[in-house]
């Protein structure tokens, strides 16, 4: 497909008749990677009007990087001009796509009077790149003081590592998440998802919507230092980690948790299981459906923290009950009894699994080349409104593809500027 061609795909089956929540809001996207475009990714799926700036030399990185899914299915190298980054697919849905170059004067000059047109805009460059180009918070808002403006960073635009680069395994480390992530005895390990990116990004979100509701009041735009490092410890330290040590207990502790016990994964006869139990009657409850209605009298196995202390002999009794039933009965009789529990699945499970059906929570992303191809599965919206739609259109645009309709249409410039500009790089 070339520049300028939209893709006629259908919109996510959620569409229905209720209006957007974001309908007439206008973001400008600078970010690259994962964070700012997971931010305007929901910001396009509550129904504002997207505008991704690229630059045209490069354009999104995420493009034409691994892996890809194109005219021969997934593959690590690509195989066809047609192969675009699955990633790509992903994080842009929704979203229009302009190139401009913001290290030019020009380019300055254009974002400038987009800048004038929008209302919110996310970039996640390194601290001190966009002082650099000219575009800092400052400089835009001289230029639009309703202009809400997102800065997401590895630690923030403040304090002596702000200019460290960071992705999402260094912000783990940095935080401490490595350090309680993974098996007592075993080595530190990162999340298997990038959390530090998606978790800024929500956050960067949360910020948005924030201002855009105070400067309903105000009439003001402002500035939101988004930190992947800030917003990755304020759920982390929900636990006392640091006092740990004090209480006798290992910073890594595996799948279990320092307030209940059993609260861990048990191997069964077919599988595996989470159970957990949070109170005395939930574990008093288990202790009769695994027979061991001995323990009730043991003043050690009915005391909370004896348990966790001796998570060990707990964890035995379960697994010793667990280990020769299967899945199906063993969530049956806990869910009986209203215990907290649930089968261990794989991501083939997950795919198939019938509560994310019915929540249209698992969508096919679409290649604009392929467009009646459904590709590899991407998140659905995880927000249900009672009065609003929010969805994740999944076309996704080309490089540039919006660049009459903004410049000439937006910014009304005209056909031999558009031009012009082009010629010269800048677009």
């Known amino acids: ?44 799926g509550m129904g504002a009007e997207v505008i991704k ?74 601290a001190g790149v966009t002082a650099r180009l000219g575009i800092e918070y400052e400089t835009l808002r001289a230029n639009n003081p309703r202009l809400i403006y997102c800065s997401i960073t590895g630690y923030g635009s403040t304090g002596p590592e702000r200019h460290r680069k960071a992705f999402d ?27 530090s990116d998606g978790i800024a990004g929500t956050f960067a979100l949360a910020g948005i919507l924030g201002a855009l509701y105070q400067r309903h009041e105000t009439g003001l735009g402002q500035f939101i230092d988004v930190s992947m490092a800030d917003c990755l410890l304020s759920l982390i330290f929900d636990e006392p980690f640091e006092r740990y040590a004090d209480l006798g207990l290992a910073p890594r502790q595996g799948n279990r948790i320092a307030r209940f016990s059993p609260f861990n994964t048990y191997r069964a006869a077919d599988g595996s299981v989470a159970i957990g139990t949070g109170t005395a009657a939930d574990w008093t409850k288990l202790l009769g459906i695994m027979g061991r209605e001995d323990l009730l009298n043991s003043s050690d196995f009915m005391n909370p923290g004896w348990r966790i202390e001796n998570n060990e002999q707990v964890d035995a009794v379960v697994e010793a009950w667990a280990a020769g039933m299967h899945v199906d009965e063993i969530i049956k009789q806990l869910d009986e009894a209203d215990i907290t529990c649930g089968p261990i699945r794989t991501i083939e ?24 191809t459904e590709g590899p599965l991407a998140a659905g919206f995880p927000l249900k409104f009672s009065e609003a739609d929010a969805f994740h259109d999944p076309r996704v645009p080309v490089p540039s593809e919006h660049n009459a309709e903004i410049y000439e249409g937006l910014l009304r410039l005209s056909k031999e500027e558009i031009a012009g500009l082009g010629k010269a790089g800048i677009v």
């Not at 973001?27 to 964070?35: G, M, N, P, T, W």
């Not at 997950?350 to 604009?368: A, E, H, I, K, S």
């Open 349 to 372: 499970d997950v795919v198939g699994w019938d509560q994310l059906r019915v929540r249209d929570m698992l969508q096919p992303v679409r290649n604009p080349n392929m467009p009646g």
């Open 1 to 44: 497909m070339v520049s300028g061609e939209s893709a006629s795909v259908a919109p996510s089956a959620t569409l229905g008749n209720k209006p957007p929540l974001l309908r007439g809001i206008r973001v400008l996207d600078l970010s690259r990677f994962l964070s700012g475009p997971q931010a305007t990714l929901f910001l396009a």
């Open 169 to 195: 395994l260094m912000v783990q480390a940095a935080t401490g998440m490595m350090s309680i992530t993974g098996d007592p005895d075993g080595q530190p390990s990162k999340t298997g998802a990038s959390l």
């Open 53 to 126: 700036i690229d630059d045209p030399r490069g354009g999104d990185p995420t493009f034409t990087a691994p892996p890809y899914f194109g005219p021969h299915g997934v593959a690590l190298d690509r195989r066809s001009p047609h192969d675009l980054g699955i990633a790509y697919l992903k994080r842009a849905r929704g979203k229009k796509s302009i190139s401009l170059d913001l290290k030019s004067k020009e380019g300055r000059e254009i974002l400038l009077k987009l800048v004038r047109e929008a209302d919110v805009l996310v970039e996640n460059f390194k």
